[in-house]
């Protein structure tokens, strides 16, 4: 009998690990996390590999409808997630905004989209890559619901 509360221990302590280990994000924590990973993942020299040689190299909103290579899709690590490298947690897929000039300066997305944001008034940010996801109803000029929810706090 011992033994037996034994084995049914250990089984439920194993499903609960293995369990635990594929958590499933909702889509606001799931963008989140995504979102997150990649910003210490990707460079604009990444994102420029990926875009191919007869894109423009101008810094504006482009969306993530590029092929992640595996490598960049393991050092993003993520666990089972309702977001990937390519959409967030509804399905879209990411904006991101890259500097390619080197300047360390990027358009503000606030100001891009059409129509812009009301009161958005910084016309650049001092960062090399902007990455945001349009939120639920994927329409990336509703500022309301996108995340992150405001890019010039």
């Known amino acids: 009998m011992i033994v037996l509360i034994i084995a049914v221990l250990a ?3 194993v499903s609960y ?4 280990g594929t958590i499933d994000y909702g889509p606001w924590n799931g963008t989140n996390f995504m979102r997150s990973r990649m910003y210490g993942c990707l460079t604009p020299e990444y994102v420029a590999s990926k875009i191919g040689p007869s894109s423009p ?3 504006t909103l ?5 092929q992640f290579d595996d ?15 390519n959409k967030d947690g509804w399905g879209s897929l990411w904006y991101i905004i ?23 008034t910084q016309k650049e940010l001092f960062n090399r890559l902007i990455i945001f996801s ?10 309301e619901d996108n995340e992150p929810p405001s890019m010039t706090r």
Do not use: H
């Open 11 to 13: 089984w439920f302590f």
């Open 17 to 20: 690990l293995s369990e635990k």
């Open 57 to 59: 190299r101008d810094e």
């Open 62 to 66: 482009m969306r993530t409808d590029w």
């Open 71 to 85: 490598a960049m899709v393991q050092k993003i690590d993520m666990p089972r997630n309702v977001a990937t490298p």
């Open 98 to 120: 890259c500097d390619f000039n080197n300047d360390g300066k990027v358009p503000n997305p606030e100001l891009l989209t059409v129509p812009p944001k009301s009161g958005a």
């Open 134 to 143: 349009a939120g639920p109803d994927g329409n990336p000029a509703t500022w």
